[in-house]
């Protein structure tokens, strides 16, 4: 099975930066993917990181390192409107055709002016 | 551009009645999931389809069934409704390869 360990809450300053961890067990490993959803919305794809590094699109950048079995997501300039849900989450089997993601708890992030 | 559209956005039902939830996916993306969410949860994965063909199965309850149809567009199926399914059902769609999955607006279901 998978297991996907994130902090509940996270609160941070507009304009500030702020890294959410994540931590997986999983039986096979297919990389790591993460998620924004807002209250009610629908989750949104930020980033995929399937090899060792950093992955950097725009204001957001996710982190893994397959061999301590950790990623973050890193959210820089932080606006109001960062205040979200952040899940990150793994591929649930092989690879291979349509696998479902399980994701971890999520996070809670809340910004502050 | 075109999004996940799910139908309908809100349901009521009773207890032990039955639902059925549609997905539209995104036009050429060849894969479908089904998560259900409940309140202040995480995403639970339920089932997927590549090609019409069911291709991977999560914690989906067997009073639920789904199928994928000619047209790609794909209904979950939920029979003897229990108050514990209510949820928000999240269809997402994806392309094969793709490493992101884009999901729909949801359908809130609310079973009294």
């Known amino acids: 099975g998978q297991s996907l360990e994130q902090p509940s809450e996270v609160t941070a300053v507009e304009g500030a930066i702020v890294q959410i961890n994540c931590t997986y067990q999983?039986?096979?490993?297919?990389?790591l993917s993460w998620y924004q959803q807002h209250d009610g919305g629908a989750p949104t794809f930020l980033s995929y990181?399937?090899?060792?590094g950093l992955e950097e699109t725009g204001r957001f950048s996710s982190f893994l390192s397959r061999s301590d079995s950790y990623g973050y997501l890193l959210l820089q300039e932080l606006q109001m409107k960062d205040s979200a849900s952040y899940f990150c989450a793994v591929r649930d089997s092989s690879g291979g055709g349509a696998d479902g993601l399980t994701f971890g708890k999520g996070t809670h992030l809340i910004i502050q002016p | 551009a075109a999004g996940v559209i799910q139908s309908p956005r809100h349901l009521i039902k009773e207890k032990r009645e039955t639902a059925t939830l549609k997905c539209y996916p995104i036009?050429?993306?060849?894969?479908v999931y089904w998560y259900q969410q409940g309140p202040g949860q995480d995403p639970q994965f339920l089932i997927s389809?590549?090609?019409?063909?069911?291709?991977d199965k999560g914690s989906i309850p067997d009073r639920f069934s789904a199928q994928q149809f000619s047209d790609y567009h794909s209904e979950l199926n939920m029979s003897s409704l229990e108050l514990g399914d209510s949820a928000l059902y999240f269809c997402a769609s994806s392309s094969q390869g793709a490493y992101g999955y884009t999901f729909g607006s949801g359908t809130r279901l609310t079973v009294v």
């Open positions: 999983t039986s096979g490993f297919y990389g």
């Open positions: 990181n399937g090899l060792d």
């Open positions: 036009p050429r993306h060849d894969t």
């Open positions: 389809f590549y090609e019409k063909m069911q291709s």
